[in-house]
């Protein structure tokens, strides 16, 4: 059994600071780095890109809304166009920085609230991974296991990663919790690494209510903005890698 384990990062901005990216570097397997729209610039981007290739990291394009304030966390309705051209936009921009690092853009993560619409509306997701694949025919794309993001993955024929998360809850339908609901966020390292094990040896996620939805786990998230970040992503790590699971890069597959 294996699995890999990514972060998202590279979300500081300016002097503003935004989670522990160099101690995550060197717990996690795949990094998923801020274009500069919802956070990040574009010296965050090199200076965590340089850091993601000398740690052996894979990196991978994290775009988002044009939402600094909101972090990217805020809906926002755009048209098909727009939000194909705020994917590439954003893509050929980690692209371009990843070159400059030494690295390579290998996958492709919507963040926030694109994300999580994406995962309900298979329109949205289309118009994303579509424009994605315009530019790099050969991402792989991060999906939100079990969701209409993922269903579209293999419409399109993509390479995808299944993404679950160590630090949300579930509804039964596959998506997340709203951060505004009670429990949505989980913050105890502790029980972290046992939930995903669980997943994993489950074959599926389990829901808030208990349910398990059945899907393929390829990698697992822990959000680097979270204070409980760093301890949340080792304590994940040690327990899978003690359970016998190792930790790797997701190679994508197709359906």
């Not at 000398?54 to 939000?83: M, Y």
């Not at 949205?124 to 991402?139: G, M, N, S, T």
């Not at 939100?144 to 160590?166: C, K, V």
Request: glycine share 10%; charged share 20%; proline share 3%.
């Amino acid at each position: 059994m294996q699995v890999d384990l990514n972060a998202d990062m590279g979300e500081s901005f300016g002097p503003w600071r935004m989670g522990d990216d160099d101690a995550l570097l060197k717990i996690i397997t795949s990094a998923n780095i801020a274009c500069g729209f919802h956070a990040g610039d574009a010296d965050v981007m090199a200076n965590t890109m340089r850091l993601a290739a000398a740690n052996d990291v894979g990196i991978g394009a994290h775009p988002g809304f044009a939402d600094l304030q909101g972090f990217g966390r805020r809906r926002i309705r755009l048209s098909t166009e727009e939000l194909g051209n705020m994917v590439a936009y954003q893509l050929g921009a980690a692209q371009g920085m990843a070159r400059l690092a030494g690295g390579r853009v290998r996958h492709l993560k919507l963040h926030g609230a694109v994300a999580n619409m994406a995962s309900e509306d298979a329109a949205i997701a289309r118009a994303c991974y579509a424009a994605a694949l315009k530019v790099d025919p050969d991402i792989i794309l991060v999906t939100l296991a079990a969701t209409a993001s993922e269903a579209t993955a293999r419409d399109l024929g993509a390479a995808y990663a299944n993404e679950i998360f160590a630090d949300r809850a579930y509804n039964d339908d596959a998506t997340l919790v709203d951060r505004s609901q009670p429990g949505a966020v989980l913050h105890d390292p502790g029980v972290a690494g046992l939930r995903m094990e669980q997943m994993i040896r489950a074959g599926g996620i389990v829901t808030q209510s208990g349910k398990t939805i059945p899907c393929r786990i390829d990698t697992i998230c822990v959000h680097g903005d979270s204070p409980d970040a760093v301890a949340m992503a080792g304590a994940v790590r040690n327990h899978l890698q003690g359970a016998g699971i190792t930790l790797r890069q997701f190679p994508g597959q197709r359906a």
